[in-house]
């Protein structure tokens, strides 16, 4: 069985719209758009540059269509987005000019995919995908950005009824600008008890 991998760049209150870019997504008013690139550094360039090795991909359709218009024509920076799988999940569309894309609509779906063999399936952007992933314990490990950055307001990473699950700390670094780097692995449930026992 893959393993699902969200990747995310995310601001201290959860915040991961629009990391690229001013116009790549001002859904609902959102004014900050290309927020990340005041934070880069040797280690974070490294950290991206490794999680663009080739993969599969899934995808929410709004991500997917931002993709779609810039990265075939990019492939000298990201090859690996043209040549890996991208699976989209749309209840609106079926169809794409982009190489290697398949879209699928539910849950059920995505299980499928996951079931099969092949390369791990990273998952980008797409909060509304991402919410119903862990919402049905899909999530195998989560690779964050974590932004010394608050906006308040914005699409996150987090929201209400996700699964309660536990997730082990697999690796972590911090930038000279300070963003942190955390690599996490699903591991198990949620484990409670008094605090001072």
Do not use: C
Not at 11 to 25: C, I, R, S, W
Not at 94 to 123: A, P, R
Not at 141 to 150: A, Y
Request: glycine content about 8%; proline content about 4%.
């Amino acid at each position: 069985m893959r393993k699902i991998i969200v990747l995310s760049m995310i601001t201290l209150d959860g915040v991961m719209q629009a990391p690229g870019g001013p116009e790549e997504d001002t859904s609902n008013g959102f004014k900050f758009g290309g927020w990340t690139r005041p934070y880069s550094d040797e280690l974070y360039d490294k950290t991206v540059r490794k999680e663009l090795e080739p993969a599969e991909y899934l995808l929410g359709r709004k991500t997917f269509e931002i993709w779609e218009d810039y990265w075939p024509n990019h492939a000298d920076f990201w090859p690996g987005i043209n040549q890996g799988m991208k699976y989209v999940f749309s209840n609106t569309r079926t169809e794409s000019s982009w190489n290697n894309t398949q879209f699928i609509q539910t849950v059920e779906d995505v299980k499928n995919v996951k079931s099969t063999e092949g390369s791990d399936i990273h998952v980008w952007g797409s909060s509304e995908l991402v919410h119903l992933l862990l919402a049905h314990d899909l999530v195998d490990e989560m690779r964050l950005k974590i932004h010394p950055l608050t906006f308040g307001s914005g699409k996150k990473l987090f929201s209400e009824g996700i699964f309660p699950a536990a997730f082990k700390l697999v690796e972590s670094l911090v930038t000279t600008t300070g963003v942190i780097l955390v690599h996490y692995r699903r591991e198990g449930e949620v484990k409670t008890g008094a605090q001072w026992d």
